[in-house]
């Protein structure tokens, strides 16, 4: 049995890790969240610490880890939000943990670096979870992309829609220099995945970028891909009714929907990092390189053929 500890336990995203902690036969020992509206525990380990303070939730992992009773955490899971996710892996690995992150790993590509050495100096792993790598679809998608001419341009277009209330934006997911604004927050999943499936980023233009929406073109080296990105339940389609989420990838005229099959993901990703075959620091470089860039690169006056329908519309 492995022991775990986990940061942002209020958050929207930590029951998913609670629950691959619970269905992997792992144990949670510790966590950590300045908001203590954090009731979720119970239905999975009530007997576990609870803190509002990072600094005391810092000394009592220290405190187990010396004193050899078995309760010393073997994993960090983070789950605080964008901007504390490198100051929490470097807290993990202080301990002699393995740090599981949340996407973004982290919000710049130089303190990747910086995490590379500190795995090699405290002789543990940065892992992270990049969970459309093991949606079936996808996988489907991968596997029959893999047995294809790949010398065939692919011509894909990605549409993922989710709309948000106004509370969004008064919170930490709405200030950038906390979440990174909706392309980091929201998008890099998308990114990776694309990546993942057609290759590097050869050419990034960003077409239009506002609080609740953002869409470009990618030149990837394997093909071209139209984005688009959105809060606004306004955009969400007429095949997505009584729905509040839509995501969309269109290969050569081939349209894959793929708003199911989230539920379970987190603990086949677990899974895979248990038996030492998670995501680690490189698979999460070249997306968190492409969302930088995106941040602060000029918008790009649209060329012909490289449009997303969305993006179109907007610009009349």
């Not at 995490?115 to 991968?142: A, C, D, F, N």
Request: hydrophobic share 35%; glycine share 8%.
């Amino acid at each position: 049995m492995k022991n775990f500890a986990l940061t942002g336990l209020a958050g929207y995203i930590a029951p998913r890790h609670l629950e691959a902690i619970k269905k992997t036969g792992s144990r949670l020992v510790a966590a950590v969240d300045p908001n203590d509206s954090v009731g979720i525990i119970d239905s999975f380990f009530p007997e576990a610490s609870f803190f509002t303070e990072v600094e005391r939730f810092d000394r009592h992992l220290e405190m187990i880890r010396r004193e050899k009773s078995g309760d010393a955490i073997d994993y960090l899971t983070i789950c605080s939000p964008n901007h504390l996710h490198d100051a929490h892996i470097r807290l993990a690995l202080r301990v002699g943990a393995d740090a599981i992150c949340e996407k973004p790993l982290v919000m710049n590509p130089w303190n990747l670096d910086v995490l590379q050495e500190l795995e090699e100096e405290y002789g543990q792993r940065v892992w992270t979870i990049l969970q459309l790598r093991v949606h079936p679809s996808m996988m489907e998608i991968k596997k029959k992309l893999e047995n294809a001419d790949s010398k065939k341009r692919k011509k894909v277009r990605l549409t993922y829609i989710t709309s948000r209330g106004l509370w969004y934006h008064y919170s930490w997911k709405g200030d950038i220099e906390r979440s990174g604004g909706i392309g980091t927050n929201i998008g890099i999943h998308f990114f990776d995945m694309l990546m993942w499936f057609f290759g590097r980023a050869d050419k990034n233009e960003l077409h239009v970028r506002e609080n609740n929406r953002m869409g470009g073109f990618l030149e990837l080296e394997n093909a071209d891909v139209e984005w688009y990105l959105s809060l606004e339940s306004s955009d969400l389609p007429s095949e997505a009714e009584g729905k509040t989420t839509f995501r969309s990838i269109t290969i050569d005229d081939e349209e894959i929907e793929f708003s199911g099959g989230f539920t379970d993901l987190h603990t086949r990703v677990y899974e895979e990092v248990l038996a030492g075959n998670g995501f680690g620091i490189d698979d999460a470089r070249p997306s968190i390189e492409l969302v930088h860039q995106l941040r602060s690169m000029p918008l790009t006056v649209n060329r012909e053929g490289t449009i997303h329908p969305y993006v179109q519309k907007l610009h009349g």
